[in-house]
């Protein structure tokens, strides 16, 4: 029998219409999932998105900390003039005879005075040599050698105030109040050279911690010439 009761047929329409219901309601369910899941995402990318805009801004700070490191540099270096590394490489020399002659009154000289005078040469010098060292390196320039400080060596003696290697050798073979008297006048016109030197550098120098020195050693260096000459006898 092919024909179908009212009963059955009801029944089969029932079982039949809800079917698009429940496909269109799958698909909004899928629809709504998919939106909810982009909706993660897109909160995630963001939360990326933060995270890289971090690292990009760490990036960029990083990159400005090098260009301003490098600018420093730029900076430190630019701060400086040729007259800057000559005072350097000239003063550093001239300290070091300096040292070498104060070291020279222990043992040989007489006065305590002048003793006392070696000593406070000795202090105040070494210490400037190490800095003008350092700032030489600093630039890339070369540090005169040790044992630059005999003119009659290394053909210094156009240096101002410079010993010759005759003056230094007699200074060593001095004794008593004949080492003081040559001590002191060697020293004094070793000072003056140092003291034109620092002028130089005040008047032409554009690093500030080489015009601070230079000040520094005009204004030293100048009271202890006066101190030696009065110790000479000189007025």
């Known amino acids: ?11 089969a329409g029932r079982s039949l219409t809800p079917r698009p219901l429940v496909r269109r309601a799958a698909l909004a369910a899928v629809a709504v999932t998919g939106a909810v899941v982009l909706a993660a995402c897109g909160g995630g990318d963001s939360d990326s998105g933060s ?35 000559a005072f350097a490489q000239g003063m550093i020399p001239h300290h070091r005879q300096a040292l070498e002659m104060a070291r020279l009154a222990d043992g040989r000289a007489a006065s305590a005075e002048v003793k006392d005078l070696a ?52 200074l060593e073979k001095a004794d008593g109040k004949d080492f003081d008297t040559r001590f002191l006048t060697l020293m004094i016109e070793h000072h003056q050279g140092a003291v034109a030197m620092a002028t130089t550098e005040k008047e032409k120098g554009r690093y500030s911690a080489a015009k601070a020195m230079a000040d520094d050693i005009i204004t030293a260096q100048n009271a202890e010439i006066k101190e030696m000459k009065q110790l000479l006898g000189e007025k």
Do not use: F, Y
Not at 54 to 66: K, Y
Not at 124 to 147: C, F, H, N, Y
């Open 119 to 170: 000593t406070r040469i000795e202090k105040a010098q070494d210490p400037e040599i190490r800095t003008m060292t350092g700032w030489l390196k600093s630039w890339g320039e070369e540090v005169p050698e040790a044992g630059m400080d005999h003119s009659g060596h290394t053909g210094m003696s156009d240096m101002s105030g410079m010993m010759s290697e005759a003056d230094m050798t007699a």
């Open 51 to 85: 995270g890289h805009s971090g690292h990009g801004a760490s990036a960029g700070a990083s990159t400005s900390a090098g260009a301003s490191t490098s600018a420093g540099a730029s900076a430190s270096a630019a701060a400086h003039n040729a007259q800057d590394v």
């Open 1 to 11: 029998m092919t024909d179908r009761s009212p009963t059955s047929r009801a029944l």
